[in-house]
């Protein structure tokens, strides 16, 4: 991973390395869900696939935001820790995965956005 900070802030200011040595990451992934449906629902599928998936840590514990009510959607983002950077991807497809099976067993439209990049 690159990171780029300003040569004002290495001159100026104390930087502090959070992840070295730590390989902890947080994963964000964000879904929006057709209006009408109940936000507790979402918030209940969303943090039990999250604490099923193995490389979820249990701490941090997972979390969901209700970020806000967009054109064609109510956005959620779910926020989870895994120990390993690489591993990312694989977690994030195998919870979208899920979040999928579920929420069509649920009846939970998920309608077309353009806010789904990751």
């Known amino acids: 991973m690159i990171i780029t900070i300003p040569n004002s802030k290495v001159i100026?200011?104390?930087?502090?390395?959070?992840?070295?040595?730590d390989t902890t990451v947080r994963v964000k992934i964000p879904v929006g869900?057709?209006?009408?449906?109940?936000?507790?629902?979402?918030?209940?599928?969303?943090?039990?696939?999250?604490?099923?998936?193995?490389?979820?840590?249990?701490?941090?514990?997972?979390?969901?935001?209700?970020?806000?009510?967009?054109?064609?959607s109510q956005k959620f983002e779910l926020l989870v820790w895994i120990k390993h950077y690489d591993d990312r991807h694989p977690v994030i497809d195998r919870i979208l995965r899920e979040m999928f099976k579920q929420f069509k067993e649920k009846g939970i439209e998920i309608p077309l956005t353009r806010w789904m990049s990751i």
């Open 12 to 21: 100026n200011d104390n930087i502090i390395n959070y992840a070295a040595p």
């Open 33 to 72: 869900v057709a209006y009408g449906t109940d936000p507790a629902i979402v918030d209940k599928i969303m943090l039990e696939i999250a604490e099923t998936t193995p490389e979820v840590l249990k701490k941090p514990k997972p979390l969901v935001r209700f970020m806000e009510y967009a054109a064609s």
